[in-house]
């Protein structure tokens, strides 16, 4: 980044009419420069927006597991039932 420098100093002493310019103008300038290159890096530090919250986790299976197990046992019981009852 350094190197930027002189060709700003340079552009700025060109801009004057190549009248040269004196040592204060130059330190301006110099300084000048080196505050928009900390300026620009500083804009570039700052972070992003936070990430997405993670997805929520899957739902479980949605199956009506409370009338059809109590209807297979039921049926269990009476089909047991028959057969103790055939012997």
């Not at 002189?6 to 130059?26: F, H, T, Y």
Request: no cysteine; hydrophobic share 45%; aromatic share 10%.
């Amino acid at each position: 980044m350094l190197v930027i420098y002189p060709q700003i100093v340079d552009l700025a002493s060109e801009r004057l009419g190549n009248k040269g310019m004196n040592m204060k103008n130059k330190s301006l300038s110099y300084a000048l420069a080196f505050a928009f290159m900390v300026l620009a890096v500083s804009v570039y530090a700052q972070g992003g927006p936070p990430p997405p919250p993670p997805p929520p986790p899957p739902a479980p299976p949605q199956v009506p597991i409370d009338g059809g197990i109590f209807l297979l046992f039921a049926s269990g019981l009476a089909y047991g039932a028959k057969k103790l009852y055939s012997r």
